[in-house]
């Protein structure tokens, strides 16, 4: 009986340490996804607002958005990095998925498709000495203006012009569009 309560007590110890380990590394990752995204965000609005028919934000989306990204990750420090990925890509140079981001995906879309999806929900996995942190980007109204189903023909030709691979189309407000990663490597 003893020995039980030993051991069980070291379990607990031994979980509510790795949970107090995790959770200062996803608030870090959750500064560092709200860097990325607040600076496109805030930037794609102003597009937006400039110019309804949607070329201008896609013009900037094309031009400076991984700029913005590399400057980010240049503000972070040496063992973060922040970027972003879909498991349908506009440009897969830079923001292809790997097997582990697809799984994360996969497992928000399901959750959309049962009902039981919060666009809150921050995913963390650990890989090794990285730990990844996932937070979804949802389909919005104004986002369908170059990943919906029904694009203006000008849109469509200035997408087929700068990504001849996109993928990233066809979304419905709600779908899951994407997700943003923050990588911290354990220091």
Known sequence: M??????????????????????????????????????????LQEKMKEDKTGLTALAFCTSSA????????????????????????????????????????????????????????????????VTRVYKPLVAKAVCLKCHGSDLSPKIAEAIKSAYPDDKATGFKEGNLRGVIIAEIKKH
Not at 5 to 12: E, K
Not at 67 to 93: C, G, H, M, Q, W
Not at 96 to 114: F, G, N, W
């Open 2 to 43: 003893r020995l039980s309560t030993i051991l069980l007590s070291t379990a607990l110890l031994a979980s509510i340490s790795t949970a107090a380990e995790t959770m200062p590394v996803k608030q870090e990752g959750i500064k560092y996804i709200k860097m990325l995204g607040g600076a496109l965000k805030s930037q």
């Open 66 to 129: 991984n700029d913005i990204t590399e400057e980010v990750n240049k503000k972070l420090p040496a063992y973060a990095k922040v970027r972003r990925t879909s498991l349908k890509v506009r440009n897969n140079k830079v923001n292809t998925a790997d097997a582990t981001d697809k799984k994360v995906m996969e497992a928000y879309s399901e959750a959309i498709k049962a009902g039981k999806f919060t666009p809150k929900d921050i995913k963390v996995v650990e890989e090794g000495d």
